[in-house]
């Protein structure tokens, strides 16, 4: 499986990228200086706020790319868009494929 996700990170800026492994992105992005994303390296903490599974590689970059040009206010109703989120390992939130609220 392959995720798009959201972080924001301490100075309260939204981080988007794409991964297939959603907990060790997260722990890269907060603790392994040499695979965090440059955006992130100086925003620590980051927090895992939203995301989203797709089946392809593909299909991940096209949503990404959306999501990236996006304004931020857009971004948040991502994160606030009231589907529900599970917690899980940091609070990973996995919103149904097909469904976009922006």
Avoid: W
Wanted: proline share 4%; net charge positive.
């Amino acid at each position: 499986m392959h995720y798009i996700y959201l972080v924001r990170c301490v100075d309260n800026s939204l981080y988007c990228g794409q991964t297939t492994d959603l907990s060790r992105r997260v722990n890269e992005h907060n603790f392994d200086g040499k695979k965090s994303a440059k955006y992130t390296k100086g925003r620590r903490p980051v927090i895992l706020v939203y995301s989203e599974e797709f089946a392809t590689f593909s299909e991940a970059l096209k949503r990404e790319l959306k999501i990236k040009r996006l304004p931020k206010a857009k971004k948040e109703v991502l994160v606030n868009s009231g589907y529900s989120h599970e917690k899980r390992n940091y609070f990973i939130g996995i919103v149904p494929n097909g469904t976009d609220p922006i």
